[in-house]
């Protein structure tokens, strides 16, 4: 009986199998790319139907779909074009289907320049894509850019960022060929919110660390183009973390006449910033409103408007703060209780409207008129009451608070006050045009730009060390008539500035390709600026020339020169005392830049290697200091100096279908300052026995000594970055981003101390951020039609860890004073160990 029933279950079985597989049917095949290269991983689903499959190394997959059934198999890859095919397959049925993917094509605006004239010249592109995934504590387009060859930035909080040896002022953004103004007070990363730039929005972007075209402005190092989306239909996005959120929606009318964008932002650091050394109430608050409008008048004339809005709020209510510094061997506390408060406040608004018109497909006519406005507050008054103390570790304890206070070595208080007002006006209008004329590629554009700027400072330090108020003259004792100088602040600024003038500028550039095959391309341009303030006028020629050899491999040779003059603004052209240098000259930076890129192939999949190596000669500089992202400039130009450097990058699919990135810099900027010195004074035996005596007290027999090439603030001679991504290989719907950086140091000194004190070094800058994201839900996840969430492109969760090995990363120093004159650093560290979780909805 147990035999019986044992071989009626095998029956019964197979037989429950045969009737099953006559429901079934197969479909397998290979997919391949443009190349005929196979694709692993690929995505291999039928529309309304569970389950799917994915190929193999070799680009094979193998699919069980219903039989009888009309289905659409859907085939998908990050980075390449879905494909659809319809299949109605008979019971048990098997049908091979090889599909052929094409790498996803970007449409971009027809000013745009295609990726295969972009070699020529020393533009790189960044696919956007990467805004949305990079860990990061500012996040939006610069975050990006901070990772490529050439830029250096040591400051997470801020969207700032240094090019080859120039500042934060030295660097031109665009959007949609317009140029973007940033507020002028913003003295730390903590006050200064938002960026200009919409991730949401971006289409394009396009960077550029040096020898850039003369159709850019004039500025000395580098430019950031951003072009915006042309939406085809409607969609939108919004996301949401702890660090704020936003939303994005685009859309088209059914005449494909007007088009829209429409982005709002909301962010508050207030969770970053309470992992600082001083605690206390952090109230930031960053809010923009950004659109895109455009409506085509005719076929051949389109009108558009960019406008944006941004009020940038940041309060702060200090309470106290400990901080450990220096070395094993002398090793010391701060300590500082507060009170007061600070309040600042930052409104801008900026509005641009474009007619463009192309009589025909090769010409082009654009006119712009554009205006921006700021509103800057800063208001503070903190006083702080401090204590210092040397330490004595426990070596043998990672506690911090083994570390015990063993000496007193000071106490006092200081006081800050600032009542700073700026309102600015730059208004502009402006003509461009291009011509394509068989193998010219022709630009030409005029500007007209007026500038109203009132600015109005008051700020002042105050320093009490043990009863004295700083300075404070030597004590001399026994002397019957001490001195009783006058009170005097240990810093004051106090100054009214209103300012009217305008600019007139041009420029005419052709990109002319010599060769019929493109071989070789000469791309060359003039620039002409005139400032009616100062009365100068400054020409600069440009030029780049291309050659793609005629190898086996696919390399083009490029070098780049001109003349990149950057005409004064404002803050460059006020003093320390606030007061305004009108016979004040544009600063001049000429060019050399030799660069290379070789795009080859490793593990079958596609790698580029780009290479620039340079030279800066600097004339005419204006000298400055740097305080966290404060620039403070001297007003004069009175040095000379150089920037010379090499830049390597390596991008690709480290992981196959996603790209990644590593970028290495190696560069050194100097700068000799025309009339600093000091004398040595040493004694009959040649010793020397007072160093560094200025000229008002130097004796006679002093001998001078002038400093000459010294480094410029910006002096970080190697930076290496990181962008790396990669994914689950059997579920790439899970995903790791990480970011790493490495900047050394850079250089400081002691405040109201001549440059050439300027030449201590803080630690290197060191920073890894992570990031691991789920895909909920995508494009061909199969959800039921009463499902709401159907109507979803995509659904992301992201966990984010910031400063993963918890490094302690110096901005910059707080100096305290004792009544000896002996000073203190005491390092601003930014921000620690964060936890970011984010959600990102596509529809």
Same mark, same amino acid.
């Given at each position: 009986? !147990?035999?019986?029933?044992?071989?009626?279950?095998?029956?019964?079985?197979?037989?429950?199998?045969?009737?099953?597989?006559?429901?079934?049917?197969?479909? #397998?095949?290979?997919?391949?790319?443009?190349?005929?290269?196979?694709?692993?991983?690929?995505?291999?689903?039928?529309?309304?139907?569970?389950?799917?499959?994915?190929?193999?190394?070799?680009?094979?997959?193998?699919?069980?779909?219903?039989?009888?059934?009309?289905?659409?198999?859907?085939?998908?890859?990050?980075?390449?074009?879905?494909?659809?095919?319809?299949?109605?397959?008979?019971?048990?049925?098997?049908?091979?289907?090889?599909?052929?993917?094409?790498?996803?094509?970007?449409?971009?605006?027809?000013?745009?320049?295609?990726?295969?004239?972009?070699?020529?010249?020393?533009?790189?592109?960044?696919?956007?894509?990467?805004?949305?995934?990079?860990?990061?504590?500012?996040?939006?387009?610069?975050?990006?850019?901070?990772?490529?060859?050439?830029?250096?930035?040591?400051?997470?909080?801020?969207?700032? =960022?240094?090019? @080859?040896?120039?500042?934060?002022?030295?660097?031109?953004?665009?959007?949609?060929?317009?140029?973007?103004?940033?507020?002028?007070?913003?003295?730390?990363?903590?006050?200064?919110?938002?960026?200009?730039?919409?991730?949401?929005?971006?289409?394009?972007?396009? #960077?550029?660390?040096?020898?850039?075209?003369?159709?850019?402005?004039?500025?000395?190092?580098?430019?950031?183009?951003?072009?915006?989306?042309? *939406?085809?239909?409607?969609?939108?996005?919004?996301?949401?973390?702890?660090?704020?959120? /936003?939303?994005?929606?685009?859309?088209?009318?059914?005449?494909?006449?007007?088009?829209?964008?429409?982005?709002?932002?909301?962010?508050?650091?207030?969770?970053?910033?309470?992992?600082?050394?001083?605690?206390?109430?952090?109230?930031?608050?960053?809010?923009?409103?950004? $659109?895109?409008?455009?409506?085509?008048?005719?076929?051949?004339? /389109?009108?558009?408007?960019?406008?944006?809005?941004?009020?940038?709020?940041?309060?702060?209510?200090?309470?106290?703060?400990?901080?450990?510094?220096?070395?094993?061997?002398?090793?010391?506390?701060?300590?500082?209780? #507060?009170?007061?408060?600070?309040?600042?406040?930052?409104?801008?608004?900026?509005?641009?409207?474009?007619?463009?018109?192309?009589?025909?497909?090769?010409?082009?006519?654009?006119?712009?008129?554009?205006?921006?406005?700021?509103?800057?507050?800063?208001?503070?008054?903190?006083?702080?009451?401090?204590?210092?103390?040397?330490?004595?570790?426990? #070596?043998?304890?990672?506690?911090?608070?083994?570390?015990?206070?063993?000496?007193?070595?000071?106490?006092?208080?200081?006081?800050?006050?600032?009542?700073?007002?700026?309102?600015?006006?730059?208004?502009?209008?402006?003509?461009?045009?291009?011509?394509?004329?068989?193998?010219?590629?022709?630009?030409?554009?005029?500007?007209?730009?007026?500038?109203?700027?009132?600015?109005?400072?008051?700020?002042?330090?105050?320093?009490?060390?043990?009863?004295?108020?700083?300075?404070?003259?030597?004590?001399?004792?026994?002397? *019957?008539?001490?001195?009783?100088?006058?009170?005097?602040?240990?810093?004051?600024?106090?100054?009214?500035?209103?300012?009217?003038?305008?600019?007139?500028?041009?420029?005419?550039?052709?990109?002319?390709?010599?060769?019929?095959?493109?071989?070789? $391309?000469?791309?060359?341009?003039?620039?002409?600026?005139?400032?009616?303030?100062?009365?100068?006028?400054?020409?600069?020629? @440009?030029?780049?020339?291309?050659?793609?050899?005629?190898?086996?491999?696919?390399?083009?040779?490029?070098?780049?020169?001109?003349?990149?003059?950057?005409?004064?603004?404002?803050?460059?052209?006020?003093?320390?005392?606030?007061?305004?240098?009108?016979?004040?000259?544009?600063?001049?930076?000429?060019?050399?830049?030799?660069?290379?890129?070789?795009?080859?192939?490793?593990?079958?999949?596609?790698?580029?290697?780009?290479?620039?190596?340079?030279?800066?000669?600097?004339?005419?500089?204006?000298? =400055?200091?740097?305080?966290?992202?404060?620039?403070?400039?001297?007003?004069?130009?009175?040095?000379?100096? =150089?920037?010379?450097?090499?830049?390597?990058?390596?991008?690709?699919?480290?992981?196959?279908?996603?790209?990644?990135?590593?970028?290495?810099?190696?560069?050194? $900027?100097?700068?000799?300052?025309?009339?600093?010195?000091?004398?040595?004074?040493?004694?009959?035996?040649?010793?020397?026995?007072?160093?560094?005596?200025?000229?008002?007290?130097?004796?006679?027999?002093?001998?001078?000594?002038?400093?000459? =090439?010294?480094?410029?603030?910006?002096?970080?001679?190697?930076?290496?970055?990181?962008?790396?991504?990669?994914?689950?290989? !059997?579920?790439?719907?899970?995903?790791?981003?990480?970011?790493?950086?490495?900047?050394?140091?850079?250089?400081?000194?002691?405040?109201?101390?001549?440059?050439?004190?300027?030449?201590?070094?803080?630690?290197?800058?060191?920073?890894?951020?992570?990031?691991?994201?789920?895909?909920?839900?995508?494009?061909?996840?199969?959800?039921?039609?009463?499902?709401?969430?159907?109507?979803?492109?995509?659904?992301?969760?992201?966990?984010?860890?910031?400063?993963?090995?918890?490094?302690?990363?110096?901005?910059?120093?707080?100096?305290?004073?004792?009544?000896?004159?002996?000073?203190?650093?005491?390092?601003?560290?930014?921000?620690?160990?964060?936890?970011?979780?984010?959600?990102?909805?596509?529809?």
């Amino acid at each position: 009986m !147990n035999i019986f029933r044992f071989y009626l279950f095998i029956f019964l079985f197979i037989s429950s199998l045969s009737v099953f597989s006559q429901n079934k049917a197969f479909i #397998f095949g290979k997919i391949t790319d443009e190349e005929n290269k196979p694709i692993h991983l690929a995505n291999i689903t039928a529309k309304d139907q569970p389950g799917g499959a994915i190929t193999d190394k070799i680009g094979d997959y193998r699919f069980e779909i219903p039989a009888n059934t009309k289905l659409t198999i859907v085939i998908s890859f990050v980075g390449y074009e879905s494909d659809e095919i319809s299949v109605n397959l008979s019971p048990g049925e098997e049908k091979r289907i090889n599909i052929s993917l094409k790498e996803v094509s970007t449409d971009l605006p027809p000013v745009e320049i295609r990726d295969k004239e972009i070699r020529n010249t020393s533009l790189s592109r960044v696919n956007p894509k990467t805004i949305s995934v990079i860990p990061s504590v500012s996040g939006g387009v610069e975050s990006v850019i901070k990772t490529l060859p050439g830029v250096s930035s040591s400051n997470e909080l801020s969207s700032q =960022y240094s090019v @080859r040896g120039g500042n934060f002022d030295e660097n031109l953004v665009y959007v949609n060929g317009i140029e973007i103004y940033r507020p002028f007070l913003v003295r730390s990363g903590q006050q200064e919110g938002l960026s200009f730039i919409n991730s949401s929005m971006v289409s394009s972007i396009l #960077f550029s660390a040096g020898g850039f075209d003369a159709k850019y402005g004039d500025k000395m190092s580098s430019v950031l183009d951003i072009q915006y989306r042309k *939406p085809l239909e409607f969609g939108g996005s919004f996301g949401i973390s702890f660090l704020g959120g /936003e939303a994005f929606i685009e859309g088209i009318t059914k005449n494909r006449k007007f088009s829209y964008l429409l982005g709002v932002r909301q962010k508050s650091n207030q969770s970053v910033l309470s992992g600082l050394d001083t605690k206390g109430d952090y109230q930031p608050s960053f809010t923009d409103v950004q $659109t895109l409008l455009r409506y085509d008048l005719s076929t051949k004339t /389109e009108l558009s408007f960019l406008g944006h809005y941004a009020r940038n709020v940041y309060k702060f209510v200090p309470s106290d703060r400990e901080t450990d510094f220096g070395t094993f061997q002398d090793a010391h506390r701060v300590k500082i209780y #507060f009170d007061g408060q600070e309040k600042d406040k930052f409104e801008t608004f900026f509005g641009a409207l474009s007619l463009n018109h192309m009589p025909n497909k090769d010409l082009k006519l654009t006119l712009t008129a554009s205006a921006f406005k700021t509103y800057e507050r800063e208001n503070f008054d903190i006083q702080g009451q401090y204590w210092i103390g040397r330490l004595e570790a426990d #070596f043998g304890s990672l506690d911090d608070e083994a570390a015990k206070v063993i000496q007193s070595e000071g106490v006092g208080t200081y006081l800050n006050h600032a009542r700073n007002k700026l309102n600015a006006s730059v208004y502009n209008i402006e003509h461009k045009g291009t011509l394509l004329k068989s193998d010219h590629f022709i630009l030409w554009g005029v500007k007209y730009q007026h500038e109203i700027i009132d600015d109005n400072v008051s700020e002042w330090d105050l320093i009490d060390s043990a009863g004295y108020s700083l300075p404070n003259p030597a004590y001399d004792p026994g002397n *019957p008539n001490p001195l009783h100088p006058s009170f005097k602040l240990f810093y004051s600024l106090k100054t009214d500035n209103d300012i009217s003038s305008n600019r007139y500028t041009a420029f005419i550039q052709d990109a002319w390709s010599i060769k019929s095959n493109n071989n070789l $391309t000469l791309t060359a341009g003039l620039r002409a600026n005139y400032w009616d303030f100062n009365r100068e006028l400054i020409v600069s020629p @440009r030029a780049t020339v291309s050659f793609k050899p005629n190898w086996k491999k696919d390399i083009v040779l490029r070098f780049s020169t001109g003349f990149y003059y950057q005409p004064v603004f404002f803050r460059e052209m006020r003093d320390m005392e606030g007061v305004i240098n009108e016979d004040i000259k544009a600063q001049k930076s000429i060019h050399f830049v030799l660069g290379s890129d070789w795009n080859f192939y490793i593990w079958s999949r596609p790698f580029k290697f780009t290479t620039e190596i340079y030279y800066k000669y600097l004339d005419d500089l204006i000298p =400055y200091e740097v305080d966290n992202v404060r620039i403070r400039y001297y007003a004069k130009n009175n040095s000379h100096g =150089y920037a010379a450097g090499i830049d390597m990058k390596i991008n690709g699919e480290f992981v196959k279908g996603i790209d990644s990135w590593a970028s290495l810099s190696i560069m050194k $900027t100097m700068e000799d300052i025309e009339d600093d010195f000091y004398y040595n004074y040493y004694n009959i035996e040649g010793e020397l026995i007072v160093p560094g005596i200025t000229f008002d007290n130097a004796p006679v027999d002093s001998t001078k000594v002038e400093p000459g =090439y010294i480094p410029r603030p910006t002096d970080q001679r190697v930076n290496f970055s990181l962008f790396f991504q990669d994914y689950l290989p !059997n579920n790439p719907t899970w995903k790791m981003h990480l970011s790493l950086f490495f900047g050394s140091s850079l250089t400081f000194g002691p405040p109201n101390s001549p440059k050439y004190k300027h030449t201590l070094r803080m630690p290197a800058y060191r920073r890894v951020d992570i990031g691991f994201s789920k895909q909920l839900k995508g494009e061909n996840t199969v959800l039921s039609p009463k499902n709401p969430f159907r109507y979803l492109k995509s659904v992301w969760i992201t966990a984010e860890i910031f400063n993963l090995f918890q490094i302690s990363n110096t901005i910059s120093y707080f100096w305290i004073t004792g009544v000896n004159g002996g000073q203190y650093a005491v390092p601003n560290y930014l921000t620690p160990r964060q936890l970011n979780v984010k959600l990102i909805v596509k529809f």
